[in-house]
């Protein structure tokens, strides 16, 4: 099985898992890119792009899992931050598709996002696999697309595509917004955030891959797209309450409304930081779990245990 951003995030978690459940699992990296993962063959890549040459890497390769992708960020300082996306995550994977359908790969796994869904939710709404596609950003727009240059392979070719979307994803060594959160509340800093009454959905890097591995393998899955979720929604104020609690911490939220903490983004340029703590994303996952007959190996709670310790 060949797993592409394997020395990411979650490319790592799902690399030990794949090795200690006994798959042979070939790790596709940057050149230059560091990798500890043991049992695992390397494979040394450029950057993904349409001419990134796969042969090496998809040899004797069945399956994929491509998670390697041009990341979200909250400050893109590229000139047309679209078009730097579709280079890599829609061109880029089209590209392997291609190759890796010539080269005899049956089935490829894609890690998509939940903002090819939108950004949010409104009260009593979950976002599910036939709601509209409404991406907002560049990220989620090259997303979608790139979900739709698979499907054309597929249908061209006869690859088994599999797309997964997940939500903010968390855990050991997470990084980003998440590991700042974790850094402020260790710091006992205290936060504007008791009013908040919102609802999120997560997923606990051990649930993630447990998915992956369930959609690279399960023959039920070709040709699906399938939200994930840990399967509970947690409000801002519960999850800094459950961090805090799991780092021995005391969580110090003051109360303030939610639409003065919205001034107050836009003001500083921190809109979508801001909206992130106060919107609500809700996530229906009830799909796999009916279809492949999946249950989050881990509570909610438990993986917000585990990412703080």
């Not at 592409?4 to 799902?14: E, M």
């Not at 042969?55 to 998670?67: K, P, W």
């Not at 730097?84 to 790969?105: D, I």
């Not at 997940?166 to 008791?194: C, D, E, H, R, T």
Request: aromatic share 6%; with cysteine; charged share 20%.
């Amino acid at each position: 099985m060949l797993v592409t951003g394997a020395n990411g995030f979650v490319g790592r978690a799902l690399c030990a898992e794949l090795r200690n459940r006994g798959y042979r699992v070939r790790a596709a990296l940057r050149s230059g890119a560091n990798f500890d993962i043991s049992g695992c063959d390397i494979a040394k890549i450029q950057d993904i792009a349409t001419d990134t040459d796969w042969a090496d890497a998809l040899h004797g390769v069945e399956t994929v899992i491509h998670l390697a992708a041009r990341v979200h960020v909250m400050c893109d300082d590229a000139a047309n931050p679209l078009e730097e996306f579709r280079k890599t995550n829609v061109a880029g994977t089209e590209h392997l598709a291609r190759v890796a359908a010539t080269n005899g790969v049956k089935r490829l796994v894609y890690v998509s996002s939940i903002k090819v869904n939108g950004e949010s939710t409104q009260s009593n709404e979950r976002f599910t696999e036939s709601y509209l596609p409404s991406p907002q950003d560049p990220y989620g727009i090259s997303k979608w697309e790139a979900e739709q240059a698979l499907h054309r392979v597929a249908a061209e070719t006869g690859l088994e595509i599999v797309i997964v979307r997940p939500p903010l994803v968390y855990g050991s060594n997470v990084k980003g917004n998440f590991a700042q959160m974790l850094k402020v509340l260790a710091k006992g800093i205290p936060l504007p955030l008791a009013s908040v009454n919102n609802l999120r959905s997560l997923i606990y890097v051990g649930n993630l891959v447990d998915a992956l591995i369930l959609c690279a393998t399960h023959s039920a899955a070709a040709g699906q797209t399938y939200l994930v979720s840990d399967g509970e929604d947690i409000s801002t104020p519960d999850l800094l309450l459950s961090l805090s609690v799991a780092m021995g911490r005391s969580a110090r939220l003051l109360p303030c409304p939610s639409a003065l903490l919205r001034l107050g983004g836009g003001v500083f340029g921190k809109s979508e930081q801001v909206e992130r703590l106060l919107g609500s994303l809700c996530v229906d996952s009830s799909k796999i779990c009916r279809e492949l007959n999946w249950t989050p190996p881990f509570s909610l709670q438990q993986g917000l245990r585990a990412t703080a310790e």
